[in-house]
Every structure is written in C-alpha cells, then in structure tokens.
C-alpha cells in the first residue's frame, strides 16, 4: 500500500515539475532531537521530514492547506549521516515566485505505518515554521532553528525550471529555430533573433543589403523580386514583353527613347541620328517610318552620297588634252600648243600655220587664232573632213565609209576612204 502511495506522489510530483515555472529545494544538512527519534530501538527506527510552503504570514499557522505546495522527503534512517545525504526537498510552483514567504519543516517518526504516519499527529517529532525572503538563483541559503527539544540545519534555494527566466521565473522563453521562430533566449527571458531573422517572435527574414521595398525573401540574405521588378536588388522595372527601345518607371511600361516609336517603340522616328546612313560628310533629313534621304556634297551621288562623281565622264578636255579626276574637279594635261582649263586655249598664233586642209588663219584680239575652214572641213583647226555618208548618197545598197584621223604632233590629216 505504501509503495502504491509513493508512485502516485511520485507520478504527482512529476506532472508538477513538468507544468512548474520554479521549483523550491530544501536539503536537511543535519537534524537532532533530545526527545529522541525514535520509540522503540533505534536499529529499526526511520524517519522523514515535510516542507510546507506557504503565503508570507504574521504569524504562522502550521494546518493545511500549504499554499505554496507541499513535499516529503524519502524515509531515512535515524542516523546523521543518512539525513545529511539525503536528496533535497522539491516543491514545484506554477506561480509567479514572490520572494517572500512561509516555511514550515516537519520531522515525523515512520515506524508505525511510514508516510501515513502525519495522520497520528503522536508520530511528530519536530515542528519549525519561520518567514523567510529569497531571490531566485543557484546559491543555496544557509539557516539553523533551534526548537526546545531540537536542532535542525538546512539549506534552500528556488531555481528556475528550463525555458524559465527572471526574477521571478515567470518569463517563458525556449529557443528554438523552426517555422515558429529562430531564436535564443538571455537571461531574463527575452528572445534574441538569430542572425537573419528580425520580428517580435524571429519569424521575419533579413533580405540582402540593399533589397528594396519591390523585393521580399523568405530565407535570410535573399531578395526575391516581385513581379514587375527585377535586378540583383529588385530595383530595375521589367518593360513590357517585346519594348525594344524603350524605359520604364514602373513595371511594363514602354517609354520611346528620343527617335523611336510605336507600341513597342520598334519604329524609328530618327533613322539618321540612330543610324547614320550618308557617307562623305553629307546632310541627313528624315522623312518619317525609317525612310530618310540624303543631301550630297559637290562631286558624290547615290542614295547614301558613297558614289564619287568622275568629272572626266563628261570628256570636259579639249584638243586631245588628257583629264585627271578629282574630288568634285578635274584638271586637263594640255598637249603642246594648248592651255587653259580645259586645253581650250591655242597658244600657237597664225605665224604657226596651225590651220589645216586649207583653212584660212584669223588672229583674235584675245589671243589665239581661229580657222575658217573651205568646204567639207570643220573643227577648230579644220582637222576634220564633214562626214559625206551622214546624207546617204549610196543608192542601190552599197556602202560608202570614210575614215580620218588627225596626227597633231606633226600637223597633218590622214585621211583613208574606202568604198
């Protein structure tokens, strides 16, 4: 029966200690009575001792109930050295710790019927009730009472139970690191945040330095981007799908850089500044939609001004003079005898006798000469034989060609016919 007793008190106190905030210990160092403890011999005699901790009291009254709570300790042999090895006493509570407060310690004899023995009020051996002030912490308080028949010694402390902090235990606080929060706890009980988690309960993380609003992270040290946003910091908006050459302020927008339009400012508006089309220094005017036309330097052509105009082309020499293209000119090399811009000036007179087949030499007030040259001659020195074919004299489908030539540097016309 004793034995059913003491595993229910013990279940008891278990349940206790595991709900409890604190608890309060009392070790017995060492306990004597000149009463003696003991009634009948004193190989078979047993005792054990009752803490009773009650609410802070004037005077003390020692009955039921311990408001406070209530523990025994085990039965022990009557002999010092079994009470002063003796476990301590543990009374959990479930309340603030007060610091003040009424302690009651009993020493009751256990031969007759062992814990059931405070039932027969005989069985008492020593009672010691006092008021006492105590702190939470692990230094244990010394204390003696002398009673009139008894010595007794005895140390006691309240501690906190784990996850319990403070001057009262009554701060809860257990660390951990999981979905409900990422946190150790100091001694009084606050929640200090791991690294990287900020938040009354440490549940919300620290994104990367720099994250800005438009970015969010579930994990310390990442920023996430929200949609619309992008950049290793989320500070960039995302253009719209397709926005070629376009910026945003905000999310999807598509705003035209300078020459370019349309919804996805894909048109371009100012195709020669973004393109720059004409060669060879030449203007540039656009005509809208990409189109453009170019405005060419003197001496270049085509669409983008790339061709260089070939002022030879025009066979601008004259009298056999050679020409030399240049950028927008040209220049003659004159035979003898002719100068000017384009070997059009004799320098012969008509002492040269520059004239041929004929022709008869006139000076000119200017300088030079000029040739009046007989029938069927022509040219500026009468070098040349009228072409008599150009009236198609031939009859009957015959063919009649004549072919000259002029040697200018001996002064003679070959002239050779054939029919």
């Known amino acids: 029966m004793a034995r059913v007793f003491l595993w229910s008190l013990a279940l008891l106190a278990s349940a206790q200690v595991a709900l409890s905030s604190g608890v309060f210990e009392l070790k017995i160092e060492s306990f004597t009575s000149s009463r003696g403890l003991c009634l009948s011999q004193p190989r078979s005699c047993h005792i054990f001792f009752r803490v ?16 406070y709570g209530t523990a025994l300790t ?31 310690i009993e020493a009751w004899n256990a031969e007759s019927s062992g814990l059931d023995s405070t039932e027969n009020q005989n069985n008492l051996i020593s009672r010691m009730a006092t008021r006492r002030r105590l702190g939470v912490g692990e230094e244990w308080s010394q204390d003696v009472h002398f009673g009139d028949q008894s010595e007794l010694r005895y140390s006691y402390h309240v501690v906190c139970n784990e996850h319990y902090h403070g001057e009262a235990c009554s701060a809860y606080c257990r660390p951990r690191n999981d979905t409900f929060g990422h946190y150790t706890c100091d001694d009084g009980g606050s929640r200090r945040c791991l690294e990287g988690w900020s938040g009354e309960y ?43 050459h376009g910026t945003c302020q905000q999310p999807w927008q598509c705003n035209c850089k300078e020459g370019w339009g349309g919804l996805y400012c ?71 005898g002719f100068y000017g811009k384009n070997c059009e000036v004799s320098a012969m007179k008509c002492a040269d006798e520059p004239c041929f087949n004929g022709g008869t030499c006139e000076e000119n007030v200017d300088g030079g000469y000029s040739c009046h ?36 540097t001996h002064g003679q016309t070959i002239i050779i016919s054939r029919v």
Request: aromatic share 8%; net charge negative; charged share 20%.
């Open 52 to 67: 009773c901790l009650k609410h802070s009291q004037d005077v003390i009254n020692p009955e039921p109930p311990c408001t």
């Open 373 to 408: 040259c007989p029938a069927g001659f022509t040219g500026s020195n009468c070098e040349k034989r009228n072409d008599r074919c150009s009236s198609n004299p031939c009859a009957n489908g015959t063919n009649q060609q004549f072919i000259h030539f002029i040697d200018f």
């Open 202 to 244: 440490c549940t919300v993380p620290i994104c990367a330095a720099g994250c800005s609003k438009n970015g969010f992270c579930e994990s310390p040290g990442e920023c996430v981007c929200r949609q619309g946003w992008q950049g290793e910091r989320c500070d960039e908006c995302a253009r719209h799908p397709g926005c070629l």
């Open 266 to 336: 894909d048109q371009d508006l100012n195709y020669c500044t973004n393109h720059r089309p004409c060669q060879n220094d030449a203007s540039c005017t656009n005509t809208g939609q990409g189109s453009y036309t170019c405005t060419c330097r003197p001496g270049f052509t085509g669409k983008n001004c790339e061709i260089e105009t070939n002022e030879c082309d025009s066979n601008p020499c004259k009298n056999g003079g050679s020409c030399k293209d240049l950028v927008n000119d040209y220049s003659c090399a004159c035979p003898q």
């Open 74 to 104: 085990d039965i022990l042999d009557a002999d010092s050295n079994s009470i002063s090895e003796s476990a301590p006493i543990r009374v959990p509570f479930l309340f603030k710790w007060p610091g003040t407060f009424s302690l009651i």
